[in-house]
């Protein structure tokens, strides 16, 4: 069965600082990978994903993450933290082929002045 | 396109009464989602479609029914509201096989909130 496990629920950064927030997938198959973003009282937007190909993957915003099948890991990073960039994030998983995903418990990222 | 939208945005039930829920999506997208979010456990999947006249269970889907009469429609009922349902409830729909560089990617609704007294 798969899983995902967001490492922190809650990371706190000041602007300008880097930003790492850290998801742990287990899968029989190799995974597709996603990280969603929701901004407050709306649905969740796909950020970035990786399906197959270059393991370092951008997304919007200036984020981007690195599959790494050796460490089962699909940590989310941005060099330089925006006080728009506040929000919970989500990282999910599918199997390739499938359709059903399945999602982290959600990290929510909150930026100090 | 307005994407997926969901009806209600926001809904107070007593214990006992019944509602649908209702989630349109213009996209053509064969498969639709309904998810519950709730603080500290993520999305959990309630009931999903592969297409027009199908839905399965998911996850969570006890208290739950679900139809999809039509390709862009996937509604989502309550029988006989618990508190146990309040929570924010999320469609999505996802292209399938052929959908070029959004397969595989799904596409949220606003969200519906709900709350069981």
């Known amino acids: 069965a798969q899983s995902v496990t967001q490492l922190g629920s809650h990371v706190s950064v000041s602007e300008g600082a880097l930003v790492l927030l850290r998801c742990n997938y287990s899968s029989s198959v190799p995974p597709y990978l996603f990280w969603y973003v929701q901004y407050p009282n709306q649905g969740l937007q796909l950020l970035l994903k990786?399906?197959?190909?270059?393991?370092l993957v951008k997304g919007i915003n200036g984020f981007e993450a690195e599959f790494k099948k050796s460490e089962t890991s699909f940590h989310l990073t941005k060099p330089s933290a925006h006080m728009s960039d506040a929000a919970e994030y989500f990282c999910a998983v599918m199997n390739t082929g499938g359709f059903k995903t399945i999602f982290g418990a959600g990290t929510r990222l909150f930026v100090k002045a | 396109n307005a994407g997926v939208t969901q009806t209600p945005k926001f809904r107070v039930l007593k214990t006992g009464q019944s509602m649908t829920l209702l989630c349109a999506q213009d996209?053509?997208?064969?498969?639709m989602y309904w998810y519950r979010q709730d603080p500290g456990m993520g999305l959990r999947l309630i009931h999903y479609?592969?297409?027009?006249?199908?839905?399965a269970k998911g996850e969570v889907p006890d208290g739950y029914n679900v139809s999809r009469l039509k390709k862009q429609n996937f509604l989502l009922g309550l029988e006989s509201a618990a508190p146990s349902q309040t929570s924010v409830y999320f469609c999505?729909?996802?292209?399938?096989?052929?959908?070029?560089?959004?397969?595989?990617?799904?596409?949220f609704g606003p969200g519906t909130r709900l709350t069981v007294l």
């Open positions: 999505a729909s996802s292209t399938g096989a052929g959908g070029g560089k959004s397969m595989n990617e799904q596409f």
């Open positions: 479609s592969v297409g027009e006249g199908t839905t």
């Open positions: 990786y399906t197959t190909g270059a393991t």
């Open positions: 996209m053509n997208h064969e498969y």
